[in-house]
């Protein structure tokens, strides 16, 4: 079992940033290939793919909604997960969640992940 808590969410005005973190315990990264994934969801929406990352950190990919404004990186040490979030609109505003699947290589599928965080509430103002 993998247990994903997210940190960092808050209010923020629009054009500012935030930096989400995902703490993974359970297994560790390092001992376990695990791909990382974010998605959000915004209320009366459904549950949308934002970013994720292979195990190895080398291969990421955004969504085209948040190229060249989100970064997501991770620091297998640490088990931890990070998203970088630049030039926010009050389009961001969801929930972000932190996911998890076993292997390598990420998927933007959601169905294709095995665990979740809790998640986190970002909400951007005008």
């Known amino acids: 079992q993998v247990q994903l808590v997210e940190s960092g969410g808050g209010l923020v005005q629009a054009g500012g940033s935030l930096r989400l973190s995902c703490a993974a315990s359970g297994r560790t990264f390092s001992s376990n290939a695990m791909a990382m994934g974010w998605f959000r969801q915004a209320p009366g929406k459904e549950r949308e793919f934002v970013a994720a990352?292979?195990?190895?950190?080398?291969?990421?990919y955004n969504a085209d909604s948040v190229k060249g404004r989100f970064t997501i990186s991770r620091d297998n040490a640490k088990n931890t997960v990070y998203l970088q979030m630049n030039s926010l609109n009050p389009e961001d505003t969801a929930v972000y969640y932190c996911?998890?699947?076993?292997?390598?290589?990420?998927?933007?599928?959601?169905?294709?992940?095995?665990?979740w965080g809790q998640g986190t509430q970002v909400t951007v103002s005008s």
């Open positions: 990352i292979s195990w190895s950190g080398s291969w990421t």
């Open positions: 996911a998890a699947r076993s292997g390598t290589y990420y998927s933007r599928l959601p169905s294709e992940y095995n665990y």
